[in-house]
């Protein structure tokens, strides 16, 4: 569905991304996890149009995304959730929900697509009329996948959603996201810090360090694998610990 | 007593006229970060394109003005193209800022000895059947132009305020200005949306041209005059606050009228210039905003 192959990216004169090749398949979830400026987020840039690969392509349903503008990848079905969630504060719950569906075909459909999301997260509808701004961090979080929902995409891609929430708020959304994945086949692709809760949640797996991918494989082995646990999960490893 | 709310009368008009001028101005400024010092001369040129309709046509003054609203749409649209955009290359929003300050000076002085080549440095009015007539009103007396020209800047405002918070368009530029890239994640055209936010505001200053025109009298370097009122009025009414605008271009106007009675016209500027630094030392935020 997605192909990355060989992308270098820079932030002006500065590389940030050496090579990086990944495949996404159609209904997957797949994540890549790495320590903080590892260059995870430059990858979802990329993808979503807001920065442009030196060299390397991005092909998505044989379509080329190199040259396309932000709001044109967004109309081919690819819907980014960004860090730090960047909501519109002064507009309502339900303004940042339309605002989410900006393309004609969704536009049409826009109230449909708001009842579902309501259905995810109830709490949503209690906030309809309330500036988005005060909403708590996990309802924030919602209402920023929700945003990302309304263009109805077929891929979605999320940038820490973990970030500053409580353990059982994590837990709560993951959830969710792994039923839209199951029940509607929507492909997602997942950044994260959190290591743990990503490979568990994935199906496979991309490991990256200093701007290259190190490690990549099925999430279950890459969880089990000794390198990941003792770099990223504090584990060391098992024998020492049986001592 | 008489002649406080005949102060007024004048002042509140005036003041319209700032506020139509600062609604342009924020508007570029809020969605785009452009800082538009050419405002004032678009205002002028959007005087004479009604004086051009009114004496090569006889088109009346205030029936021009859908006319005017649309070649100035376009000189915004122009104006957007050739010297805005490229400035959305630019890595920061304050170099935005003081880039769109430094083209949009050049600016003032191409479109005003433009203007002085087209129209002559003569000052021109507009006089129709109705100019000089006047209602009789608490003691005062209320020119018929200038009662049009409030109508027409309280409809043009609302309009906007509609435009703004009940379209798609308005939740767009809404969008934009507070977080353009993460409008762009949501499909929104964002350059698609500064094109046409910026005909706009430029059309905004056409509107209020019409009413210079129509109630005082405009001359080609003029603008810089209005405009650096009407930059009061936009940090009086609050950054983003588009409602407080026009009510804060009256208080702007009221305060001007009134100060002429107390300390000489001479001082009216001086006396907008004080406000602008006591509203900067002491509400940055602006008069109507509540958060800081």
């Not at chain 1, 709560?172 to 997942?190: C, P, Q, W």
């Not at chain 2, 051009?52 to 000189?75: E, Q, R």
């Not at chain 2, 588009?242 to 271009?249: E, F, H, Q, V």
């Not at chain 2, 208080?251 to 016209?265: K, P, Q, R």
């Amino acid at each position: 569905m997605l192909e990355i192959s060989h992308i270098d990216i820079y932030y002006g004169e500065l590389q940030a991304l050496w090579d990086i090749s990944l495949t996404i398949g159609e209904g997957e979830i797949v994540t890549l996890v790495g320590s903080n400026g590892a260059g995870k987020s430059t990858i979802m840039k990329a993808i979503s149009g807001l920065l442009k690969p030196k060299s390397g392509s991005i092909n998505y349903d044989g379509i080329c995304l190199d040259r396309l503008p932000a709001h044109r990848i967004v109309e081919l079905g690819i819907s980014m959730v960004p860090e730090g969630r960047r909501l519109f504060t002064q507009m309502s719950v339900l303004e940042n929900l339309e605002v989410g569906a900006s393309r004609k075909t969704t536009k049409e459909v826009k109230h449909n697509t708001i009842g579902w999301i309501y259905q995810l997260f109830p709490i949503l509808m209690e906030r309809a009329g309330q500036r988005a701004g005060t909403l708590s961090g996990g309802e924030q979080q919602m209402l920023t996948i929700g945003r990302a929902l309304m263009s109805q995409p077929k891929l979605l891609l999320l940038d820490e959603i973990s970030l500053g929430l409580s353990p059982l708020m994590v837990q709560e959304i993951s959830r969710v996201i792994r039923d839209i994945n199951k029940s509607m086949g929507l492909t997602i692709f997942l950044v994260e810090q959190d290591v743990y809760m990503a490979l568990s949640m994935a199906e496979r797996g991309y490991v990256m360090e200093n701007g290259r991918i190190q490690y990549q494989g099925d999430a279950k082995a890459l969880l089990a694998s000794e390198q990941i646990k003792k770099a990223y999960l504090g584990i060391g490893p098992t024998e020492k610990r049986a001592k | 007593m008489g002649i406080v709310i005949q102060a007024a009368a004048y002042g509140i008009v005036v003041g319209a006229v700032y506020g139509l001028i600062a609604l342009g101005l924020s508007l570029l400024t809020g969605v785009m970060k452009f800082l538009n010092i050419a405002h004032g001369s678009l205002v002028i040129l959007g005087g004479y394109i009604s004086f051009w309709l009114f004496k090569l046509w006889g088109i009346d003054t205030y029936l021009s003005i859908p006319l005017v609203i649309i070649a100035m749409f376009l000189v915004g649209l122009v104006l957007y193209k050739l010297a805005l955009s490229p400035l959305l290359k630019l890595p920061n929003i304050g170099m935005r800022i003081d880039t769109s300050m430094l083209i949009t000076f050049g600016l003032v002085y191409i479109l005003d000895n433009a203007m002085t080549i087209l129209w002559t440095p003569n000052a021109r009015s507009v006089v129709t059947s109705y100019t000089g007539e006047s209602l009789g009103f608490l003691g005062a007396k209320f020119s018929v132009t200038g009662l049009l020209g409030l109508g027409v800047a309280i409809l043009t405002a609302v309009a906007l305020y509609f435009l703004l918070s009940r379209t798609y368009f308005g939740k767009h530029v809404r969008a934009i200005s507070q977080d353009a890239e993460a409008a762009s994640l949501c499909g929104i055209n964002v350059h698609r949306t500064y094109l046409i936010s910026c005909g706009i505001a430029i059309a905004l200053a056409g509107v209020a041209g019409v009413i210079i025109i129509s109630c005082y009298s405009i001359t080609p370097n003029s603008g810089l005059s209005w405009l650096l009122i009407s930059f009061v009025v936009m940090v009086l009414a609050g950054e983003g606050n588009i409602k407080a605008i026009l009510p804060a271009g009256f208080i702007m106007g009221l305060l001007e009228s009134v100060s002429a009675l107390a300390v000489g016209a001479p001082y009216r500027e001086v006396v907008a210039l004080i406000m602008f630094i006591l509203v900067l030392m002491f509400r940055p935020q602006g008069l109507f905003t509540k958060r800081g």
